[in-house]
T-cell receptor, first 115, second 114 residues
């Protein structure tokens, strides 16, 4: 039961253009969402997060949009740089209750930014 | 501030053996979580510890266990290793482990079971 889905296994973008990574979730109890970036043989690095009370959060070149009614979020990277090439994971959790330490991850999207 | 430290980085074991992995969280972080990453299943939550108590557990067999010490350092143990246990094991820490906190991950331990 894949509760968090990233339907695009890969994305290729030209340097300087916008990268848009998408993520869908099925569990309506999720109310906190995060994006992580990961290089091979390393742990995921936190990029940006958003609470369900917001629909947008920005941090520098990274913006996350949340559409609760569609259970969809997206990560925009503008402008894209070759150093952004990595695997991007979407993750979700429940802010309250017993979700201690538990993030539910998507399968990841490989982003390649060409010079 | 030092990040999350995991040891060892690489480990090779044979079927039937057991293995212990170690994790030191970021200073001041009291919650430690463990994840397994495989090509087929992605990143899967194993368990979470806070103040030496397991508060949350994922859907893994009892061969997977863990513990946390009074200094918040954590270990996870896998007994009777199977080929399918080959994976990258990641440790993550946070202040309190609530569902609205970001997790900081270590570089992982790459376990190969032969």
């Amino acid at each position: 039961d894949q509760q968090v889905k990233q339907n695009s296994p890969s994305l290729s973008v030209q340097e300087g253009r916008i990268s848009i990574l998408n993520c869908d979730y099925t569990n309506s109890m999720f109310d906190y969402f995060l994006w992580y970036k990961k290089y091979p043989a390393e742990g995921p690095t936190f990029l940006i997060s958003i609470s369900s009370i917001k629909d947008k959060n920005e941090d520098g070149r990274f913006t996350v949009f949340l559409n609760k009614s569609a259970k969809h979020l997206s990560l925009h990277i503008v402008p894209s740089q070759p150093g952004d090439s990595a695997v991007y994971f979407c993750a979700a959790s429940r802010a309250g209750g017993t979700s201690y330490g538990k993030l539910t991850f998507g399968q990841g999207t490989i982003l390649t930014v060409h010079p | 501030k030092a990040g999350v430290t995991q040891t060892p980085r690489y480990l090779i074991k044979t079927r039937g053996q057991q293995v212990t992995l170690s994790c030191s969280p970021i200073s001041g972080h009291r919650s430690v979580s463990w994840y397994q990453q495989t090509p087929g299943q992605g990143l899967q939550f194993l368990f979470e510890y806070f103040s030496e108590t397991q508060r949350n557990k994922g859907n893994f067999p009892g061969r997977f266990s863990g513990r946390q010490f009074s200094n918040s350092r954590s270990e996870m143990n896998v007994s009777t290793l199977e080929l399918g246990d080959s994976a990258l094991y990641l440790c993550a820490s946070s202040l309190g482990g609530s569902g609205s906190e970001k997790l900081f991950f270590g570089s992982g331990t790459q376990l190969s079971v032969l």
